[in-house]
C-alpha cells in the first residue's frame, strides 16, 4: 500500500517541516557560535605553542652568545697534516704561524747493572729519584726567555769583520743563545768569534786587521741583532753586547730558578709583608703567572706602602718600604707556601730596602740553589794545589751560579 508524506498541514496547509527547521536552526545559532570560538581559541593556542618554542631557540642562543667560550673559540689547520697537526683550545691567539724544525727528537736508553735473580732480587733500601731533565752544572737558555721575557724576534742579520768581509747570519730557525753562537762560529764569510760573557754575547774580531770597522746591522727591518743586544759599527776588535738576560714584568715564573718555577699555595695568601711601621700585608699569588702578576699582587696588597720592582737588568725583585715608619721590614711564609723562598725574598732588613736573592742564572749557567736537588751547596773557601806544590785559597763564598765558581 503506498504512503504520502509531506510537510504540510492537510487540514491548515501549514510548511511545519520549514518552520521546525528553521527554528531548529535558531536554538542552534549558540551552538555554533561556541564552537566557533573553540575553533579560534585553538588556534591561537597553537600560535602560542609555536611561538613559545621560537622563544625557547632564541633564548638557547642568547644563552650561547653569553658564555665568553663562544668567542673565544678557535680551530686550526696545518698546511700539511702528514708533517704536523694542531688543536686550538679556546682563547687560542689569531694568526698564522710558521714552525722550522729546529733538531730532530733521539732517544736514550739507560740500564742499570741488573740483579743475579730478577724474580726474588732486592733493590735495597734507600730512595730512588725520577726527574725529568735538567740536573746538569750548565744549560741551554731559550732564546724566547731574554729581555725580560720579550724574547727574540727571529730574523737575519750582517756582520761585517774589520778586514771589509761579511756575512750574513740567518737566525730564524735558532731555538737557543747556543744555536746563534753556533751560527757565527762557523759562519765561512768572516773570522769572528762569538761567546757567552755573563749575561751578554761578545763578538771577538779575529782578523788582526783595520781595514773597516767592526759592523753589526739587521737586514731590513729585522730586529734580530738589536734584541741580541750586538748592533755595533766599532774601530775596536771587540763588540760586547748589552745585557739580554733579566728579569722583567713577562718572564714566567715556570723560567725561573732554572725552571723549578715557584711553589705557591693551592688556596688562601703564601706570604706576610711586614712595613717598618709594623702594618701587615698578605699577599695571595693565586693563578700568577708571571713576574708581572707577582708584582701586581704585591704592590695592591700593600697599597703603595711597600712596592716591588726588579732593578734595571737585574735577576732578583726588589722591595722599598715608604711607611715612615722606622723598625724592621720582613717577609714570611704563610701557610707552608714556598713562593716567598722561591722568589728570594724571604728575608728580614733593618733598613728600607729588601733586594731578593737570584732566581734568573745567567746565559748557559745554573743557580747554585738548583744544585744537590735543590737545596743548594753551603759555600765557603777552598784550597787548591796544583801538581808543583803551588796553593791557592778561594773564596767561593756569594757565588750565585756555576760559571761564578769557575771564574772564581
Given at each position: ?11 491548515s496547509n501549514?510548511n511545519?517541516k ?6 531548529m ?6 551552538k ?9 581559541a585553538?588556534k591561537?593556542?597553537?600560535a602560542?605553542?609555536d ?5 625557547t631557540g632564541?633564548?638557547?642562543?642568547a644563552?650561547t ?11 686550526a689547520?696545518?698546511s700539511?697534516?702528514?708533517v704536523?697537526?694542531?688543536t686550538?683550545?679556546?682563547g687560542a691567539a689569531?694568526g ?7 733538531r730532530?727528537v733521539?732517544?736514550q736508553?739507560a740500564v742499570?747493572?741488573g740483579f ?10 734507600g730512595?730512588?729519584?725520577i726527574e ?14 731574554l729581555?725580560g721575557?720579550?724574547g ?9 769583520d774589520r778586514?771589509?768581509a761579511?756575512?750574513v747570519i ?5 731555538v ?6 753556533k751560527q ?5 764569510g768572516v773570522?769572528?768569534?762569538a761567546s757567552v760573557?755573563?749575561d751578554?754575547l761578545?763578538l ?5 786587521k ?5 759592523v753589526?746591522?739587521d ?21 760586547a ?6 728579569l722583567g714584568?713577562a718572564?714566567?715564573?715556570?723560567q ?7 711553589r705557591h699555595?693551592?688556596?688562601g695568601a703564601?706570604?706576610r ?7 701587615t700585608f698578605?699577599v ?5 703567572r708571571?713576574?708581572g ?18 732593578p ?9 718600604d ?6 724592621s721590614?720582613s ?6 707556601s ?5 722568589l ?8 728600607s730596602?729588601i733586594n731578593?736573592?737570584?732566581?734568573l742564572?745567567?746565559i ?18 777552598i784550597?787548591v794545589?796544583d801538581?808543583?806544590g803551588s ?8 757565588s750565585?751560579t ?5 771564574n772564581?
Amino acid at each position: 500500500m503506498g504512503r504520502i508524506t509531506t510537510g504540510i498541514g492537510l487540514v491548515s496547509n501549514i510548511n511545519y517541516k520549514d518552520i521546525i527547521d528553521q527554528l531548529m536552526t535558531l536554538e542552534s545559532q549558540p551552538k555554533d557560535k561556541l564552537q566557533t570560538r573553540i575553533d579560534q581559541a585553538t588556534k591561537q593556542k597553537l600560535a602560542y605553542t609555536d611561538l613559545s618554542a621560537r622563544l625557547t631557540g632564541l633564548k638557547l642562543t642568547a644563552t650561547t652568545l653569553k658564555k665568553p667560550s663562544t668567542f673565544q673559540a678557535a680551530s686550526a689547520a696545518s698546511s700539511d697534516e702528514n708533517v704536523l697537526t694542531a688543536t686550538a683550545s679556546n682563547g687560542a691567539a689569531v694568526g698564522n704561524y710558521q714552525f722550522s724544525v729546529a733538531r730532530l727528537v733521539t732517544t736514550q736508553q739507560a740500564v742499570s747493572g741488573g740483579f743475579a735473580d730478577f724474580d726474588t732480587a732486592r733493590v735495597g733500601a734507600g730512595t730512588i729519584t725520577i726527574e725529568q731533565g735538567g740536573g746538569e752544572l750548565s744549560t741551554q737558555t731559550p732564546l724566547s726567555q731574554l729581555n725580560g721575557g720579550a724574547g727574540v724576534r727571529r730574523g737575519m742579520f750582517r756582520i761585517t769583520d774589520r778586514s771589509g768581509a761579511s756575512t750574513v747570519i740567518d737566525a730564524t730557525a735558532a731555538v737557543t743563545v747556543d744555536d746563534v753562537v753556533k751560527q757565527i762560529n762557523t759562519a765561512l764569510g768572516v773570522t769572528v768569534r762569538a761567546s757567552v760573557d755573563g749575561d751578554r754575547l761578545l763578538l771577538t774580531d779575529l782578523t788582526g786587521k783595520t781595514t773597516s770597522n767592526f759592523v753589526v746591522t739587521d737586514l731590513g727591518d729585522g730586529q734580530t741583532a738589536a734584541d741580541l743586544g750586538i748592533v755595533a759599527d766599532e774601530p775596536a776588535a771587540t763588540i760586547a753586547g748589552g745585557d739580554i738576560n733579566f728579569l722583567g714584568p713577562a718572564t714566567l715564573l715556570d723560567q725561573v730558578n732554572d725552571g723549578r718555577g715557584v711553589r705557591h699555595a693551592a688556596t688562601g695568601a703564601d706570604f706576610r709583608i711586614t712595613a717598618r711601621d709594623g702594618s701587615t700585608f698578605d699577599v695571595t699569588l693565586g693563578t700568577s703567572r708571571t713576574v708581572g702578576d707577582v708584582l701586581n699582587a704585591i704592590n695592591t696588597a700593600t697599597g703603595g706602602k711597600v712596592t716591588a720592582d726588579v732593578p734595571p737588568s737585574g735577576n732578583g725583585i726588589r722591595l722599598i718600604d715608604s711607611s715612615g715608619g722606622t723598625g724592621s721590614m720582613s717577609v714570611a711564609a704563610l701557610a707552608g707556601s714556598k713562593a716567598a723562598a722561591d722568589l728570594g725574598i724571604e728575608a728580614t732588613s733593618a733598613n728600607s730596602t729588601i733586594n731578593g736573592g737570584t732566581i734568573l742564572a745567567g746565559i748557559g749557567t745554573v743557580l747554585i740553589s738548583s744544585l744537590n736537588g735543590g737545596s743548594g751547596l753551603p759555600l765557603g773557601r777552598i784550597s787548591v794545589t796544583d801538581r808543583t806544590g803551588s796553593t791557592a785559597v778561594v773564596d767561593l763564598a756569594g757565588s750565585k751560579t756555576v760559571r761564578d765558581i769557575l771564574n772564581r
